[in-house]
């Protein structure tokens, strides 16, 4: 019975991070892993440090620490904390023509699917079916950067060039979890508005 609920639970899980997939664009890093290494080193460690993704990850960093004390002031002083939103988004708009600016060239943005449980993208060569890799992500755009472990379910020739890769996330911490839902939502909000804008 126990197992009975587990399974239920479990495929509802995998339907709801299904359902929340969108299309986007991000500049990947990938290198390939043993599984064994999943669970006992970070996948940041296996990129070298990179100036403009410690940028962004930095901002990312410090919005989410003062997130609370922002919305706080709304409540307090809603002038205040407009003004203070605004100052927000000019930090972040230079900050990512800095990090743009900063970036090797060999680095481009890429069309991406992405949802709470895996990420499909197109890389230059096939990587192994039920293998595992270490993923570099930056969501240019929102200024998120993330590093995550995934298995590959599947890797076939995409028309267009390369191959097209099937990526489930694997082991991922909650906060990379977080941070993925919230980036999710953010861009259906966008896709709902510009929808909206159109008709």
Known sequence: MNASNDSFHNDIDKERRQRFRVDDTAILEVCAVDVQDTSIKPAASFFKSSAPFNLVRDIHDIDQEHAAVLR?????????????????????????????????????????????????????????????????????????????????VGSNRSIEGGYHISAAFHAMPDAESQIIARHIYQVQAEQQRSRKSDD
């Open 72 to 152: 706080s002031l709304g409540e307090k002083n809603p002038e205040l904390a407009l003004y203070l939103g605004a100052l927000n988004k000019k930090i972040e708009s230079i900050g990512s023509a800095v990090a743009e600016s900063i970036l090797p060239e060999d680095q481009r943005l890429q069309a991406i699917d992405l949802s709470e449980g895996g990420i499909g993208f197109v890389h230059d060569v096939k990587l192994v079916d039920a293998a595992y890799y270490a993923l570099k992500i930056w969501f240019h755009r929102a200024l998120i950067g993330i590093t995550a472990y995934v298995r590959v």
